[in-house]
Each structure stands twice: as structure tokens, then as C-alpha cells.
Nanobody
Framework: QVQLVESGGGLVQPGGSLRLSCAAS????????MGWYRQAPGKQRELLAR???????YYATSVKGRFTIFRDNAINTMYLQMNSLKPEDTAVYYC?????WGQGTQVIVSS
């Protein structure tokens, strides 16, 4: 069964950093573009960043320059390095590949 499992969320102070991980099982990692999304309370889920199998990346304006998406093909894992975090980054973060979603990991940015 193909799965995506996120980890790495938590509570961080404004200006701090977190690294999220998304481990993919099965062959999905080598086939599909993968992405990170987030959903804050009362808001729609939004695309933050995307990375193709070849390593090409896309970033939403809201996170460009602060977040970095990358993947380790050897261990079927995708990452989101988040720096200079702001309170408005508080949300549940999800990884995605094609029509598959992880369970989400909570990020709270607060002093």
C-alpha cells in the first residue's frame, strides 16, 4: 500500500526554523512530482512548494526565500526546510503526490 507519512512539525518561536519530512512508500516517489501544502484554520488548503522527479522546484510567493523543498531519492523522502517562520505560517502541513495525501503535521509559530 502506497503511503505518505509526514513528520517534523511542532511549536517554534517566530524567526525560528523547522524541517518537515515526508516519507513515501512504494514506487510513487520515483514517478510523481511531490508537493507541500498547508491548511490554516478557516482557510483553504494552499500549495507552498513543489518538486519534480528531476529536481525542478516551484514556490508560492508567500514562502519563497524562506522555505526550501528538496528530496532524497535514495531514501524516498521529501523535505521542507522552513526558516524565518512567522505566526501566519501556523497550519497543518501536508505532503502530496498525485492524488495521495499524508496525514498532516501541525506547525505552530508562537512566542
Amino acid at each position: 500500500q502506497v503511503q505518505l507519512v509526514e513528520s517534523g512539525g511542532g511549536l517554534v518561536q517566530p524567526g525560528g526554523s523547522l524541517r518537515l519530512s515526508c516519507a513515501a512508500s512504494g514506487s510513487i516517489f520515483s514517478i510523481y512530482t511531490m508537493g507541500w501544502y498547508r491548511q490554516a484554520p478557516g482557510k483553504q488548503r494552499e500549495l507552498l512548494a513543489r518538486i519534480t522527479t528531476g529536481g525542478d522546484t516551484y514556490y508560492a510567493t508567500s514562502v519563497k526565500g524562506r522555505f526550501t523543498i528538496f528530496r532524497d531519492n535514495a531514501i524516498n523522502t521529501m523535505y521542507l526546510q522552513m526558516n524565518s517562520l512567522k505566526p501566519e505560517d501556523t497550519a497543518v502541513y501536508y505532503c502530496n503526490a498525485h492524488q495521495l495525501w499524508g496525514q498532516g503535521t501541525q506547525v505552530i509559530v508562537s512566542s
